[in-house]
Each structure stands twice: as C-alpha cells, then as structure tokens.
C-alpha cells in the first residue's frame, strides 16, 4: 500500500469454491462483479473468483465518464463511489499547438483499488460466493458445451461445475486463449500511469485533462484528479500494434516510458506535476482491448464480457463503464433465459444482439483515433468547436451518449460531427 492508499478490509472469500453453482464468473474486475451482483440479486447461484485478493491494484486511468456513471447507478452503487470519488465537470482536450477546449459532462475519478472493492464487495454482499485466490486454468466441456471451469489455487486444482461460465478476465488473452474464444492475441492498445501527490497543483488542474502531441503519436497523455490531493498520470498507445502483410500483428518500435519523458517535456503542467510531486509507488504499464473486437462472444454454456470482449474505448481508453454496461448485459440475458425457459442458443443470441446494438457508440471513438495518428487534428478540432456553440453541444452529447450519430461509421458522419453548424 502506497503512502496515500485509503485502508481497505479484506473481503471475506472461501478458501476453495464449491463444487457447483449455477454461474461461475471468472473475474471480479467491473464486468465481473456487475455480473455476479446483478445474477446474485435475482438468487442466481453465484461463484465469483479472482486470481488476486481484495483489495488489488489495477493499472487504468480511473476516469468515470457519464456510462460508468450510469451502469452505476442501475448497480445501485452510485452514492458510495461518489462519496469516495474526486468529482470534475469537464474534459480538456488540449492539441500540440496548445489550444484547449472543455467539453462538459457529469466525470469523476476514483483508483480502481477503491471502486473495484466496492463492486466486489457489493456482489458479495448480494450473495455471490467469493473465491480467491484463484486462477483460471481450463474451461470443463460435455456435451458440447462448457460446463465449469478448473481452477488453480495454493498448487492445488479445483473442478467446479456451472451451468454458465462467464468470462470476465480484462485484456490478458490467457483465458480466452484457454477456452478458444481469442480471435486476436495481441492487445489493441498499451497505457501506462502513476499517482503523484502535489499539493501545489491541487487547486490548478480541476478537469480530466488529454492531451496531443507529435511527440507521443499515435497516442496522447492525460492527467486526472484523483482524491486525496493526488493526480493519475500516464500516457496511451492506440494502436500499440500494426497488422503486417500476412495478417500478424506486431508491437509499434515505442517505449511507454519514452513516451511517459516525451509527454513531460512537450507538456509543461506534466513537466511541473512530475518535477514538484511525489511519485506514489511506481509507474505501471497494462495492456488494452478495444472496440469489442479480439474475441468471440460467446460459445455454448459461456459468455465473454467486459475487456475480455473489447469493451474499451478506442481513442481515450476509457472502459469502465462499458464494461460494467456488458457485464450487465450478461446478467440479463442469462436471467431472461432462465425465467423464460430459452433455449441455450436462444440465450446466446441475445446477448450477443445487446452487445451489437453498442457499436456505433464504439465506432465513434474508433473513428476518433485518427487524433492519435495525426495529432494536428485535435487543433482542428478544439478551433472547429471553438467557432460553434452548436459543435461543442455534439460533442458534449457524444461523451454523454445521448448523441449517437447515424452515419458515424463514416468519415463523412464525423465531419459532419465536428464541422456542420446545425
């Protein structure tokens, strides 16, 4: 625990699972334990199991944008996070040039040490069994569909049997790759942050700032306000890999840490953060899924849900919400099927369709990523929206989702987005 960590009990988990239930969820990240609460709440037979105890460390930029703060609500967790969480009113997207827009919306920020304690914690208090912990090791198989999941703990392996296994394990491949539901190996983008605490810049840097600069292309920097007088700081790589003529992906020649120095240097309040702060434990690098794409769905008798699925944002990173808006649609078409009596590839069909009917929400952000290849454009952008009220309203509507437009799937739909004065 670094100086600044807020002090956390330990969840109660049991020592070894149960030898059945209903549904196994593998992993207690947002995804998961939206999953098993909601399953929980309906007195679905829950085990949920995590390869690490709570409270855990993960590596994100801890951004609730106004998704996360929906699918939190819906959980019915949303005045404890908000009670923990560092409240901001806007995004500050800054360009290389310097010119700087703020886009408005209902943002917070909280570690996701915190939030995901909270989360667990409440699908434990739900009723999910929590098992930690344990590591997914291969998923059981009869009929022709899985049936359970063995799992590792303390040397020893465990077979629990389920008549659903949810896959909710984040961007590591190792379980998708287990149950054959990996269709791309390799992540889609890289990030890496750190926490500082300066008292200094407290005050200074209210909004969820994102920056662009040539310097970090194809990626950018951000800095968030943390509670408890902290920042989360770090850069993105989006892609961090390319496709090569026979259709393998390989790594970009870039160094995060290189990019993290280059972000300091082309970006002053960076640059005074860092050289007036204390570093909070050390800079840490995760890997990242996008775009709901780089597995399949679902399979018989399994679901895949959260970053396992792609539910990151291409462009920012941002996921949190989403994934817990897809470990939701899980819960829901699982309880829908078993009060309904359907059919397993009835069930199947139906979550698949709810994770569908997001990406055009999806494909806004992946058509946005040419920000991060061309960083000229975020000053384009800042001085578009700067000239139109009616522009700046779009955008505030597009991180809000209430504004999804038809035709973003086209790069005439975002010019229009960012250039038409209706």
């Given at each position: 625990?670094t100086?600044l960590?807020?002090p956390?009990?330990p969840i109660?988990a049991?020592s070894?699972?149960?030898?059945r239930c209903?549904?196994?969820?593998?992993g207690?990240?947002?995804?998961g334990?939206?999953?098993?609460m909601?399953?929980?709440?309906?007195?679905?037979d829950?085990?949920?199991v995590?390869?690490?105890?709570?409270?855990r460390e993960?590596v994100?930029g801890?951004?609730?944008i106004?998704?996360?703060?929906?699918?939190?609500?819906r959980?019915?967790?949303?005045?404890e996070v908000m009670?923990?969480?560092q409240r901001?009113s806007h995004?500050?997207?800054?360009?290389p040039?310097?010119?700087?827009?703020?886009?408005?919306?209902a943002?917070?920020v909280l570690?996701?040490?915190?939030?995901?304690?909270?989360?667990c914690?409440a699908?434990?208090?739900a009723?999910?069994?929590?098992?930690?912990?344990?590591r997914?090791d291969a998923?059981l198989?009869?009929d022709?569909?899985?049936a359970?999941?063995?799992?590792?703990?303390?040397g020893?392996s465990?077979?629990?049997?389920?008549?659903?296994?949810?896959?909710a394990?984040?961007?590591?491949?190792?379980?998708?790759?287990?149950t054959g539901?990996?269709t791309?190996?390799?992540?889609?983008g890289?990030?890496?942050r750190?926490y500082?605490k300066n008292d200094?810049?407290a005050?200074r840097i209210?909004?969820?700032?994102?920056?662009?600069h040539?310097?970090?292309?194809?990626g950018y920097?951000?800095?968030f306000p943390?509670?408890?007088?902290r920042?989360n700081?770090?850069v993105?790589?989006?892609?961090s890999h390319?496709r090569?003529?026979?259709g393998?992906?390989?790594?970009r020649?870039?160094?995060?840490?290189e990019?993290f120095?280059?972000?300091?240097?082309c970006y002053?309040p960076a640059?005074e953060?860092?050289q007036?702060?204390?570093?909070?434990g050390e800079l840490?690098g995760?890997?990242l899924r996008f775009s709901?794409?780089?597995?399949?769905w679902?399979?018989?008798g399994?679901l895949?849900?959260g970053?396992?699925?792609?539910?990151?944002?291409?462009?920012?990173?941002?996921?949190?919400g989403k994934?817990m808006?897809t470990?939701?649609?899980?819960?829901?078409?699982?309880?829908?099927?078993?009060?309904?009596?359907?059919?397993?590839?009835d069930?199947?069909a139906?979550?698949?369709?709810r994770?569908a009917?997001?990406?055009p929400?999806f494909?806004?952000?992946?058509?946005a990523?040419?920000?991060n290849k061309h960083?000229?454009?975020?000053d384009?952008v800042?001085w578009s929206?700067?000239?139109?009220?009616?522009?700046?309203k779009?955008?505030?509507?597009?991180l809000?989702?209430?504004h999804i437009?038809?035709?973003?799937?086209?790069?005439g739909g975002v010019l229009?987005l960012l250039?038409?004065r209706?």
């Amino acid at each position: 625990m670094t100086p600044l960590q807020k002090p956390l009990a330990p969840i109660p988990a049991l020592s070894q699972p149960p030898a059945r239930c209903d549904v196994l969820v593998v992993g207690a990240g947002p995804a998961g334990s939206a999953t098993a609460m909601t399953l929980a709440r309906a007195g679905v037979d829950v085990v949920l199991v995590d390869q690490h105890d709570f409270p855990r460390e993960k590596v994100c930029g801890d951004g609730l944008i106004p998704d996360a703060q929906a699918a939190l609500r819906r959980l019915g967790v949303f005045d404890e996070v908000m009670a923990s969480a560092q409240r901001a009113s806007h995004v500050a997207c800054i360009g290389p040039r310097g010119g700087r827009l703020e886009v408005a919306g209902a943002l917070a920020v909280l570690p996701r040490r915190e939030l995901d304690h909270i989360l667990c914690r409440a699908a434990v208090a739900a009723g999910a069994k929590l098992v930690t912990p344990a590591r997914f090791d291969a998923a059981l198989e009869a009929d022709g569909r899985v049936a359970g999941a063995r799992l590792q703990m303390g040397g020893a392996s465990h077979e629990v049997q389920a008549q659903w296994v949810v896959l909710a394990t984040g961007a590591s491949p190792q379980a998708l790759q287990a149950t054959g539901m990996c269709t791309r190996r390799t992540p889609s983008g890289m990030a890496l942050r750190g926490y500082v605490k300066n008292d200094a810049m407290a005050g200074r840097i209210k909004a969820l700032e994102v920056v662009w600069h040539p310097k970090m292309k194809p990626g950018y920097g951000w800095i968030f306000p943390a509670p408890d007088g902290r920042f989360n700081i770090g850069v993105g790589i989006a892609p961090s890999h390319v496709r090569t003529a026979d259709g393998r992906y390989e790594m970009r020649n870039l160094n995060l840490r290189e990019v993290f120095a280059a972000f300091t240097e082309c970006y002053a309040p960076a640059r005074e953060l860092m050289q007036g702060g204390q570093l909070q434990g050390e800079l840490k690098g995760a890997p990242l899924r996008f775009s709901l794409e780089g597995a399949h769905w679902s399979r018989p008798g399994l679901l895949v849900t959260g970053e396992a699925a792609g539910s990151t944002y291409a462009f920012t990173g941002e996921g949190i919400g989403k994934a817990m808006e897809t470990g939701l649609h899980a819960a829901e078409a699982l309880l829908a099927g078993r009060s309904q009596g359907q059919s397993d590839a009835d069930i199947r069909a139906a979550y698949e369709a709810r994770l569908a009917a997001l990406r055009p929400r999806f494909a806004i952000y992946e058509r946005a990523n040419r920000v991060n290849k061309h960083p000229w454009i975020a000053d384009l952008v800042v001085w578009s929206a700067r000239r139109s009220p009616q522009r700046l309203k779009r955008m505030e509507g597009v991180l809000a989702e209430t504004h999804i437009p038809s035709d973003v799937a086209s790069l005439g739909g975002v010019l229009r987005l960012l250039f038409d004065r209706r």
